[in-house]
Each structure stands twice: as structure tokens, then as C-alpha cells.
């Protein structure tokens, strides 16, 4: 399970993401409004864990605007506040649940197992563009039949194309979803492996798919 923890409290992040990864939770970690917005609406998470108060705005906000870009992955907010009218807002705002602190650990583990289980599967398993063929479960991938062998971070850019295909994704989204929150978003890493994906995808293809469109970002199209 994938989760993605927006936490301003380092020593309480840091507590929620070696418990969960205890239960094999693949936990991201952001601490303030904006690095959670961008990390929630261009990642793939199966849970969203939001702090209501946070540098650069509230989780209510954060929660109703990432709702309102298309984020399907469950909600839980955690708060120190206890009042009804926080949760029915947080509710209001599109959250799934809500747990105040301080909590018990279990609880919270056992909170995020019941989310993960009313979740729908949104995708499908296998994704197609052109003769691609991008297994999202397996992480298989075959172009015209070929098997194409990627590494894990070739896998996940080329799932975030995927999962915007015909859609331009600058380089602050696909940084998001690619790397954690201290990747420097100013190298030429991305440029890199995106080099490295389009020699294995595109190379020996007259259709290409993996388009560069200078100074708007990338696009996975045929």
C-alpha cells in the first residue's frame, strides 16, 4: 500500500512513517500545503493522510482542492482538534475519515486497512498506447510485442505518462511522483532518464510516443 503522509510535525511523520512501514506501507512524506498538493494530484497513492494544520494553508483546503483535480484515493485526516464542527467540515471537504490526536497506533493502522478495502480499482490493469502495453500491476511493459525491461525509476515515469497519456505533465509533477521531497528539481536528472526511457521505448519505432515539448514538459502520445 502506497501512502502519502502531509505532516508539518517532523517527529510525528517520522513515528507514522516507520510504524507503517513496520506493516509494509510504502509511506511519502511532505510537510506543507503546497508540497502536498502537488505530491497528492500528480502521484499514485492507494491513501492520503492529511494534518489539518499546515505551513501554507489547512487540510480542509487541501483536501476539497485535490478532490476537485480528480484525486480518487481515500482521505484520513488527523487533527489535534476534537470539535464536531471540524470533522463534519473535513468530511464536507471530501475526507473519508478522521482521527484526532493523540491517537493510538493500531487504530490508526486498522482506520487506514478499512479505507484501503472500500477502495474501488480505478484503472485498468493493463494500460495500451499505440502497440505499448504498460502492465500497472506487474510492471511488465512490451512495445509491438517486444518485452522492454526498465528500471524502477524508468517504470514510474513512464506509469505517470501512462496514467496522463495525451495530457502535458511539466517537470514539477513528474518530479512529485518520481522522486521524494529533497530531489532537486533544477538538475538534469529528469532530462536524463527520460533519454533513458525514449531509447527503450522509442528507439526502432517510427512512431514515437514519448514527446518533449520545449518549455511546457512531456507528453506520452502516438
Known amino acids: 500500500m502506497r501512502v502519502l503522509l502531509v505532516e ?3 517527529d510525528l511523520a517520522a513515528v507514522i512513517e516507520n510504524g507503517l512501514s513496520e506493516h509494509a506501507m510504502d509511506v511519502v512524506r511532505e510537510s506543507t ?31 476539497r482542492n485535490i478532490r476537485e483535480r ?9 487533527t489535534a482538534r476534537d470539535a464536531v464542527d471540524d470533522r463534519v467540515r473535513g468530511l464536507d471537504a471530501g475526507a473519508d475519515d478522521y482521527l484526532t490526536k493523540p491517537f493510538a497506533f493500531r487504530e490508526l493502522v486498522a482506520r487506514l486497512y478499512a479505507l484501503a478495502r472500500r477502495r474501488p480499482t480505478p484503472l485498468p490493469e493493463i494500460a495500451t498506447v499505440a502497440d505499448l502495453e504498460v502492465d500497472l500491476r506487474s510492471h511488465r511493459v512490451r512495445r509491438g510485442g517486444r518485452e522492454v525491461e526498465l528500471t524502477a525509476k524508468e517504470f514510474a515515469l513512464l506509469e505517470f505518462l501512462v496514467r496522463h497519456r495525451e495530457q502535458v505533465v511539466d517537470r514539477a509533477a513528474i518530479t512529485a511522483h518520481v522522486w521524494d521531497e529533497n530531489h532537486d528539481p533544477f538538475t538534469n536528472v529528469l532530462e536524463v532518464l527520460v533519454r533513458r526511457l525514449r531509447r527503450k521505448i522509442d528507439d526502432g519505432f517510427d512512431v514515437k510516443l514519448i514527446h518533449t515539448l520545449r518549455g511546457a514538459g512531456y507528453r506520452l502520445g502516438a
Open 8 to 10: 508539518d510535525d517532523p
Open 33 to 63: 500545503f503546497s508540497g502536498g498538493e502537488a505530491r497528492a494530484t500528480y502521484g499514485t497513492f492507494d491513501i492520503v493522510i492529511l494534518d489539518v494544520m499546515l505551513p501554507g494553508g489547512n487540510g480542509f483546503d487541501l483536501c
Open 70 to 78: 480528480g484525486v480518487g484515493a481515500p482521505v484520513l485526516m488527523l
